[in-house]
């Protein structure tokens, strides 16, 4: 039996906004974890069919392939920043949580095993909704912002941080360390796999650096993972495909 897929599934109607829809890829056996995957964009671009520029042309997708190695996946859309601001991402978010606890038996996964795996600002919404509610088990961020008024710039009001928060990150500090998932840090959260490109343009490695600093420091398990030589979206990465994979791996492992 091959990979199922459910596309365009609502899983949350805000009012006033568009239907949340998000992909389901469904493995063959049932009782699987899912990996719930957040794409990059900046808050502000991006679709659930993105998993990354480098990863375009991929056939089977990663999507399915996670599915083939025995993982559901549900890609989900959320609320860009054009849209609504924060918090409005991360209530989508918990919302996608949310569903996919009360449908997996539906769907045939294990909705009490969820992996939030994203990249850049999928990655911050990953660990900011593991950090701050119940119901995900582990986490795989790639290249993703953890601490909004470290980055560069933060009194740029066309900064993308500034387009999510609705002002710069330095004129509203008690908003962006609500929004910054190092500020919620804390004992007994769930483990977490990082991965940064030594060569980020956009995202700085520092990011990943600190994020990793403060589980290490609060007993959370926690791997952080540099690639020599990366850009951010993994430009000129040496092996994208040896990201993936390991990546994968750690999501296997999850354990409710």
Same mark, same amino acid.
């Given at each position: 039996?091959?990979?199922?897929?459910?596309?365009?599934?609502?899983?949350?109607?805000?009012?006033?906004?568009?239907?949340?829809?998000?992909?389901?890829?469904?493995?063959?056996?049932?009782?699987?974890?899912?990996?719930?995957?957040?794409?990059?964009?900046?808050?502000?671009?991006?679709?659930?069919?993105?998993?990354?520029?480098?990863?375009?042309?991929?056939?089977?997708?990663?999507?399915?392939?996670?599915?083939?190695?025995?993982?559901?996946?549900?890609?989900?859309?959320?609320?860009?920043?054009?849209?609504?601001?924060?918090?409005?991402?991360?209530?989508?978010?918990?919302?996608?949580?949310?569903?996919?606890?009360?449908?997996?038996?539906?769907?045939?996964?294990?909705?009490?095993?969820?992996?939030?795996?994203?990249?850049?600002?999928?990655?911050?919404?990953?660990?900011?909704?593991?950090?701050?509610?119940?119901?995900?088990?582990?986490?795989?961020?790639?290249?993703?912002?953890?601490?909004?008024?470290?980055?560069?710039?933060?009194?740029?009001?066309?900064?993308?941080?500034?387009?999510?928060? /609705?002002?710069?990150?330095?004129? +509203? =500090?008690?908003?962006? *360390? #609500?929004?910054?998932?190092? %500020?919620?840090?804390? !004992? &007994?959260?769930?483990?977490?796999?990082?991965?940064? /490109?030594?060569?980020?343009?956009? +995202? =700085?490695?520092?990011? *990943? #650096?600190?994020?990793?600093? %403060?589980?290490?420091? !609060? &007993?959370?398990?926690?791997?952080?993972?540099?690639?020599?030589?990366?850009?951010?979206?993994?430009?000129?990465?040496?092996?994208?495909?040896?990201?993936?994979?390991?990546?994968?791996?750690?999501?296997?492992?999850?354990?409710?």
């Amino acid at each position: 039996m091959s990979v199922r897929v459910l596309k365009g599934v609502e899983y949350a109607a805000e009012v006033g906004y568009r239907p949340l829809l998000l992909d389901l890829y469904l493995p063959p056996a049932d009782g699987a974890p899912v990996v719930l995957f957040l794409h990059g964009g900046g808050w502000q671009r991006g679709t659930r069919r993105d998993f990354g520029r480098e990863f375009a042309g991929w056939r089977p997708s990663p999507f399915e392939r996670i599915a083939e190695a025995g993982l559901a996946v549900a890609s989900v859309d959320y609320r860009l920043s054009g849209e609504a601001r924060y918090p409005a991402q991360l209530e989508d978010v918990r919302a996608a949580v949310a569903w996919l606890r009360e449908h997996g038996g539906e769907h045939g996964f294990d909705g009490s095993r969820i992996v939030a795996w994203g990249e850049s600002a999928g990655a911050h919404l990953a660990a900011l909704a593991a950090l701050t509610g119940p119901g995900i088990a582990a986490v795989v961020g790639w290249y993703g912002v953890y601490d909004l008024s470290a980055m560069p710039e933060p009194g740029d009001p066309s900064s993308r941080e500034a387009r999510l928060l /609705g002002a710069p990150a330095g004129d +509203v =500090p008690d908003l962006a *360390s #609500e929004a910054s998932p190092v %500020a919620h840090v804390h !004992a &007994g959260a769930p483990p977490f796999q990082l991965w940064h /490109g030594t060569a980020d343009r956009f +995202v =700085p490695m520092a990011q *990943s #650096e600190r994020m990793a600093e %403060a589980l290490r420091a !609060a &007993g959370v398990p926690v791997e952080f993972r540099q690639v020599e030589g990366a850009d951010h979206i993994w430009r000129d990465a040496p092996d994208v495909g040896a990201v993936f994979r390991e990546s994968l791996e750690f999501a296997r492992g999850v354990r409710a």
